[in-house]
């Protein structure tokens, strides 16, 4: 389980609190999603959990262990994450996927390493893509093989920022996909923010709703209401029911 507990971050001593007292809990195996406008502080708690900026105060705790005094390999094999800009560099599929285990090999990958590569190709159906080189790849492809690379390193915590911006539909349905398939299937906590808020609705177990550095709101899928998306974004929205899914439309939509 991942803990958060009365979290701050600041720039500077002078400057406001970017993150103001933040409080989460995300359970193994539960798909969480940040929700808010830009600015208010969403890839800024990720890169608070992740170790690369340093908090004011509070603590982040996964299965009991504060992850804030690991050094940053003990991390990496606790937490994996996923970028919204990925860039890989001319290597082949299986050596991109190979660098997630550098937490594990440091400079000469062995045998374990490899077979840990091996068998997430296969898990992922990417045994075909493997010689080729990463960045001939599509945009959905190379999304898929970021979080391959994620996977391989045994990560109980998967964090991802804007996981399907800038992808066609058909992409962003396959990661989507693959987020779901990854928590279900081995367990994994996912935090992930994201812009679309139907999508959100699909893919999300919680949500926690930001808004100027602060959790506002958190729930599973009954806090999702008109009244907290329009506090969280400053806009109107309706909310209706199709089939038994609820279907999140802006405030002038109709059905």
Not at 49 to 60: A, R
């Amino acid at each position: 389980m991942l803990e958060i507990q009365d979290l701050s971050f600041r720039y500077s001593h002078r400057s406001p609190l970017v993150l103001d007292h933040i409080d989460l809990q995300l359970r193994d195996g539960e798909i969480g999603i940040l929700l808010g406008k830009n600015g208010s502080g969403k890839t800024t708690l990720f890169k608070n959990i992740l170790g690369i900026q340093k908090p004011l105060s509070g603590s982040v705790r996964f299965d009991g262990e504060d992850l804030l005094n690991m050094n940053r390999r003990e991390r990496a094999r606790r937490i994996a994450y996923v970028p919204q800009s990925i860039h890989f560099g001319a290597l082949s599929v299986f050596d991109t996927i190979l660098m997630g285990r550098i937490s594990y090999f440091g400079y000469k990958a062995g045998r374990e390493d490899e077979t840990a590569v091996e068998a997430i190709l296969r898990d992922m159906k990417l045994e075909n893509f493997a010689a080729r080189n990463v960045e001939e790849l599509s945009g959905g492809e190379r999304q898929k093989i970021a979080i391959a690379r994620a996977l391989v390193q045994e990560p109980r915590l998967l964090i991802f920022d804007e996981p399907t911006g800038n992808l066609d539909i058909a992409n962003e349905q396959l990661i989507l996909e693959e987020a779901h398939r990854v928590s279900r299937e081995k367990g994994i906590a996912i935090l992930t923010s994201l812009h679309d808020l139907n999508q959100a609705l699909t893919l999300g177990d919680r949500f926690f709703f930001m808004k100027d550095g602060q959790i506002r709101h958190t729930g599973g899928r009954e806090s999702v209401t008109e009244s907290v998306i329009q506090e969280t974004f400053d806009a109107e929205v309706r909310i209706v029911e199709i089939e038994g899914n609820k279907i999140i439309l802006n405030g002038g939509q109709k059905t």
